[in-house]
């Protein structure tokens, strides 16, 4: 039986039945935008008259990205990805309706083979000579899939694992010497915002467990996605809120402040500015900023390169997501939104595109596998974190 009644609480918490129907919501949805299909303004209807199946049953639920980009138009506050989020957790056990799952369910397999209490895993094989990690310690970094990311998207160039290894030697260069977890699982956030909240709390269960064991009192991760699941949803989840949550932006700024981080000349990001400075632009990855609200940490760790930072037509609070979510409904509606955007960052004369969230990462690059697009909007994309370790710390090869 469909338990209406936790849909009936979630619009009550969500804000819902405030709404005005007012339709801003859907004139500022990306996916609308190309894909009349999908309309938070009618979802929102059908969830207010009760018609709860006919809610459940509608499959344009699966192309809302969840970015978040209509709520700060919402003169209602209301908070649609919420509940987006618990209709989508009734519709899936309930087989109303189902997302089309990319990369044929790979990696939705490997996430739900993680819930496993007795699984062993070779997490730690990635990691470099020359960094320095612990079993326990105070400071956790946490991975995430990044070495799976890093092995299945191999064929794109994408490296993801990079972001992992710059940020413990950004932690180990103001001598910090993280933990790194053997036995870490997905942190569930793409099972969590497909509907399957059994397996995500299964993975945040254990993820907890292991954190635990490893007395770290805060947790530092390169992955927008991580941490926002981690900050947000594991507190709700566990009934517990017992670590810091940092994105490594912000960790780096907050190390710029206390003069314990500096960057160098400037990145070689092309033939530079006026003034002589690269000309980089940046993604604000949905996750980290709608989300949780961090826009000016990465601003500051992109000033401290000495980097010239020109910003998208949109950014910020109004930035445009990289297309697709939670590895669901990847189609013609997320590659006309990558290609607006990489546009964006094209007209910016910018040479490199930075980010800070491997999604962002891998999206970009697998969109501009595309010769047409390639041709009018080509530009290198890499992770911010990264960029920063090349200039703030020494490497010595072994």
């Known amino acids: 039986m469909i338990e209406y009644l936790s849909l009936e609480r979630a619009l009550g918490a969500t804000r819902a039945f405030n709404c005005l129907e007012c339709g801003k919501c859907t004139a500022n949805c990306p996916v609308a935008r190309f894909n009349g299909g999908l309309s938070p303004r009618r979802m929102l209807s059908r969830a207010l008259s009760g018609s709860m199946e006919a809610l459940l049953s509608d499959d344009s639920m699966w192309s809302c990205l969840a970015c978040g980009m209509c709520e700060p138009r919402c003169p209602a506050d209301v908070n649609f990805t919420e509940l987006l989020k618990t209709v989508r957790a009734q519709a899936l056990p309930a087989r109303l309706s189902w997302p089309v799952c990319t990369h044929d369910e790979t990696p939705h397999t ?15 094989e990635w990691l470099p000579d020359d960094v320095q990690v612990a079993e326990e310690g105070d400071v956790l970094l946490f991975v995430g899939c990044a070495p799976y990311y890093d092995a299945y998207f191999k064929s794109l160039d994408v490296h993801t694992v990079d972001a992992a290894i710059a940020s413990i030697r950004l932690l180990n260069k103001v001598g910090i010497v993280p933990a790194v977890l053997k036995d870490e699982r997905c942190c569930g956030h793409d099972l969590l915002w497909m509907g399957d909240e059994v397996n995500y ?20 991760s390169a992955c927008a996605e991580c941490f926002r699941t981690l900050k947000l949803d594991y507190p709700e989840t566990l009934g517990t809120d017992e670590w810091k949550v940092q994105h490594i932006s912000e960790f780096i700024a907050e190390k710029i402040e206390a003069g314990e981080l500096a960057g160098g000349n400037g990145h070689d990001a092309g033939s530079g500015s006026a003034n002589g400075k690269p ?21 500051q760790v992109v000033e401290e390169l000495n980097l010239d930072l020109v910003e998208m037509e949109r950014n910020g609070e109004g930035a445009l997501c990289c297309g697709v979510s939670a590895w669901i409904n990847c189609d013609l509606t997320s590659k006309k939104i990558q290609a607006a955007r990489l546009t ?16 962002c990462l891998i999206h970009f690059k697998c969109a501009l596998q595309d010769e047409v697009l390639a041709e009018r909007a080509n530009i290198e994309i890499r992770d911010l974190s990264v960029v920063a370790a090349e200039t703030m710390v020494e490497v010595h090869d072994e």
């Open 344 to 359: 964006n960052a094209k007209e910016t004369g910018a040479d490199l595109l930075l980010t800070s969230c491997p999604k």
């Open 279 to 299: 000309v980089v632009t940046y993604q604000d990855p949905c996750r980290l900023g709608r989300h949780a609200g961090v826009y000016d940490a990465p601003r």
């Open 201 to 220: 709390r299964k993975l945040a269960e254990l993820n907890a467990e292991a954190i635990r064991a490893s007395g770290a009192k805060t947790i530092i």
């Open 110 to 124: 490997w996430m739900r083979s993680m819930t496993s209490p007795i699984l062993e895993q070779r997490r730690l």
